[in-house]
């Protein structure tokens, strides 16, 4: 199919402020053959009233204000995904925006291969609240050598996972990607899925990229912004626990896959989450939903305080 049908779903929550410029910059794609899904996870300043002005335009096939809250983004992901009629779905987040030649650059990529890809994505711009151009994202993959993001690439989703998505969550963004309808079946979320607030992203790219293959565009087609208000800050011991505890559902889901080596990730991961442990916290139980299933408690243990001697020593040297 040359002009697949593109479904644009657009959950927005509490992005008056950006929502405009993320709706033209959708609006305006020189691609044309798209469908336009809104959806408002119950916001409490303005957006209601720019989504129903835009709800007018033809594109627009589904309009869905919540009554209440969601709680969570991935059920806003599963209610738009649900209503998409495309062959591919674009989950364009409401406070980014993007180039106006996003959409025709990713499927002339796809176009040019051999195989149809089912996963295509963009390099990305780090921008903040006022659009200010911060960082190129590429430097977001110089842990990897070579650096695969320096260039355009195609590659088997298996092997997507089991040597750059297993690390981290080598797809940042979710408004720089656009994935085939197909890979996401209907029974696709988990109730747990539906309550992750900062790694639900990671774990859908892990859940559809083996059964695909994945391009990759390295001109930055997308905007990915970084403002106050983003669940990806880890401010405070809750958000840092939030974060650690959902890479761990993160890593028991690799963890089915027996060829897929994490050990050293999972180290890195207790390493992270012990930095903000004193050792008053392991009488609490929150201390212990970070470890996972295959890691018995005496390890947990001993990792633990050899973390904390490391951390001692290294601060007695310093006192010298």
């Not at 996401?184 to 992750?196: C, K």
């Not at 990671?202 to 695909?212: H, Q, S």
């Not at 939903?289 to 947990?300: G, H, N």
Request: charged share 25%; glycine share 4%.
């Amino acid at each position: 199919m040359k002009t697949p049908l593109v479904s644009i779903i657009v959950p927005n929550y509490n992005h008056e402020a950006f929502l405009e410029k993320r709706l033209e910059s959708i609006f305006n794609q020189t691609y044309r053959n798209f469908e336009v899904i809104l959806l408002d996870d119950y916001s409490l300043d303005g957006s209601v009233s720019i989504l129903r002005k835009y709800a007018e335009r033809e594109e627009v096939s589904h309009v869905v204000l919540n009554d209440e809250n969601s709680g969570s983004p991935f059920k806003q992901w599963q209610k738009g995904i649900a209503l998409a009629k495309g062959t591919y779905i674009w989950m364009a987040e409401s406070d980014d925006f993007c180039k106006l030649e996003f959409l025709q650059k990713l499927l002339d990529f796809n176009a040019a291969q051999e195989q149809e890809l089912g996963v295509l994505y963009a390099q990305s711009y780090d921008i903040d609240a006022a659009d200010k151009i911060n960082a190129d994202r590429i430097y977001y993959t110089e842990n990897f050598n070579p650096n695969l993001w320096k260039n355009d690439f195609k590659i088997s989703g298996a092997s997507f996972v089991s040597k750059y998505l297993k690390v981290k969550c080598v797809i940042p963004n979710a408004s720089a990607v656009i994935f085939k309808r197909a890979l996401v079946p209907h029974s696709f979320f988990s109730e747990t899925h539906l309550t992750m607030k900062m790694c639900g992203d990671w774990l859908f790219w892990l859940k559809i990229c083996p059964n695909t293959h994945v391009g990759f565009v390295s001109e930055s087609l997308n905007y990915f912004r970084e403002h106050g208000a983003v669940t990806r800050n880890h401010s405070n011991y809750q958000k840092i626990f939030q974060r650690c505890f959902e890479e761990r559902l993160v890593r028991e889901y690799l963890s089915q896959e027996k060829s897929i080596d994490q050990e050293e990730e999972i180290i890195k991961l207790y390493k992270r989450w012990f930095r903000a442990n004193s050792f008053s916290r392991i009488v609490t139980r929150l201390f212990y939903r970070v470890r996972l299933k295959q890691t018995s408690l005496i390890t947990y243990l001993n990792l633990f305080f050899k973390h904390h001697r490391t951390k001692e020593k290294l601060i007695g040297k310093r006192i010298k």
